[in-house]
């Protein structure tokens, strides 16, 4: 009986485990590359060895290659999701599932959320088989303005999501910093600056190295940049401080620029405040999250060259911070020159980002509203997020050397009713399935005379 059991778990263990990268050819597809160009009819897309050798029409294909033949149907680069908390939770009011906020956490900026992301989360899942194939995604603002360290990961069937950890910083610096910091914005901007000064000086008292520098991962055994918490050489510190050694070690990437800094912030006049700081700490590689009243400062934002991953239709005010929201707002900044990401609605459903960004093409032929084309609509969720997250030629768009991340859809991807057929993240097939479709499945019979006896009520 023991053996057996081994055997059953060891064939369980090959059956949940991802297959190896597979040579993908499509043909007879309506291919989009994900520059904001316009779809490709009767294309073809090559995968070998996980990365995109070839994307397009008239592309020869190997003689005796295997391919799949579309029949027409829309083929997309994988969608990249911006900033979310995909893997950090499962049910929200369920405490133990939910790792999205620390707010009794002696720590802030030295939050990291590389270590907990779980690649089984039914969000997971769902999002993937939705076609999101990248992800960032972090922890949220609580106990202090800073959220933490957040992670790029991608959404494959395999044990290990995180593709590059502590990959930027997250601070609010909008209405909700003024709460948490002491209950108005000027202590949220004493705060702030006093933690990019604190950061300053003890990386310089640390010796803390640069990102350039390298540790060897004892459970890969690759070379990754060198945890600045865990570098330094000096501990002791001054008693006027905000912030533990952890949390100064941690915004130390953050002010010499080796780190990007995620900054919340939505009204006008804060986005203003915000950019300002650049005067101060030139160094600081900021992208502005959230933005609603981005279009009052557009200029200044495409001036200042600072991405944006905004709200794609925020047009009403939820807060005092987003009196002057528009949905024309994303439209306007691209006018203005600014380089937007859409993200999504409350960072929770990441799923709906083909939606949001369809509803913009919708807006542009709306009387008096600025939208998006389709082109520019499809990349602001695909190879523009990519971009901003440091993946930009690798993610979100089918080019040679991009990793093999495709999408085959049932109809175009910016309608409300088309969903992913095929899912391939570096050119492994993944599955389509989670906890959603298998309750669609058990429930699409009401019969229950077939059920176990449990479920005969």
Do not use: C
Not at 332 to 339: E, L, Q
């Amino acid at each position: 009986m023991k053996r057996l059991l081994t055997l059953a778990a060891s064939a369980l263990a090959l059956a949940s485990s991802p297959t190896l990268a597979q040579d993908v050819v499509i043909t007879n597809a309506k291919v989009v590359l994900g520059d904001g160009s316009d779809p490709i009819e009767n294309g073809t897309v090559i995968v070998r060895g996980g990365e995109v050798v070839a994307a397009g029409a008239n592309v020869a294909i190997p003689a005796g290659t295997e391919t799949l033949d579309a029949g027409g149907a829309w083929v997309t680069p994988g969608l990249f999701a911006t900033v979310t908390t995909l893997g950090l939770w499962d049910v929200g009011a369920v405490s133990e599932s939910n790792d999205q906020r620390a707010g009794s956490s002696p720590f802030s900026a030295a939050l990291d959320a590389a270590p907990i992301v779980n690649p089984n989360s039914q969000h997971i899942l769902v999002h993937r088989a939705a076609g999101i194939t990248r992800a960032a995604t972090t922890t949220l603002p609580s106990a202090s303005i800073f959220a933490g360290q957040g992670a790029l990961i991608d959404l494959g069937a395999d044990p290990d999501p995180v593709m590059r950890a502590r990959a930027f910083q997250m601070v609010d610096m909008g209405e909700g910093a003024g709460r948490i910091a002491g209950g108005s914005r000027a202590a949220a901007h004493a705060l702030f600056r006093n933690a990019l000064l604190e950061a300053q000086s003890y990386g310089e008292a640390a010796r803390i190295p640069g990102q350039s520098a390298t540790a060897r991962d004892v459970r890969t055994g690759d070379d990754v940049p060198i945890d600045p918490r865990l570098a330094g050489r000096e501990t002791d510190r001054p008693g006027d401080v905000l912030l533990t050694r952890f949390d100064a070690a941690a915004l130390v990437p953050v002010v010499r620029g080796e780190q990007t800094l995620y900054v919340a912030v939505e009204r006008a006049a804060d986005i203003r405040a915000v950019l300002a700081l650049r005067e101060e700490f030139p160094k600081l590689d900021m992208v502005l999250v959230g933005a609603s009243e981005g279009w009052l400062v557009a200029d200044e934002i495409a001036r200042a060259g600072v991405p944006v991953i905004a709200d794609s239709l925020d047009d009403l005010p939820v807060g005092f911070d987003e009196l002057a929201a528009t949905q024309s707002n994303i439209g306007r900044m691209m006018r203005a020159g600014v380089k937007v990401a859409i993200n999504a609605s409350a960072m929770q459903n990441p799923r709906r980002l083909p939606q949001y960004a369809g509803n913009l093409v919708a807006l542009s032929r709306m009387p008096g509203a600025t939208g998006l084309s389709w082109g520019q609509a499809f990349a602001a969720i695909t190879s523009v997020p990519a971009e901003i997250s440091g993946l930009g030629g690798r993610a979100g768009v089918l080019a040679p050397g991009a990793m093999g991340d495709v999408v085959i859809w049932d109809g175009d991807p910016l309608e409300v009713g088309t969903v992913p057929t095929r899912v391939f993240i570096e050119g492994v097939e993944q599955p389509m399935d989670s906890h959603q479709s298998r309750l669609k499945e058990r429930y699409r019979d009401l019969d229950e005379s077939d059920l176990p006896k449990a479920y005969d009520w």
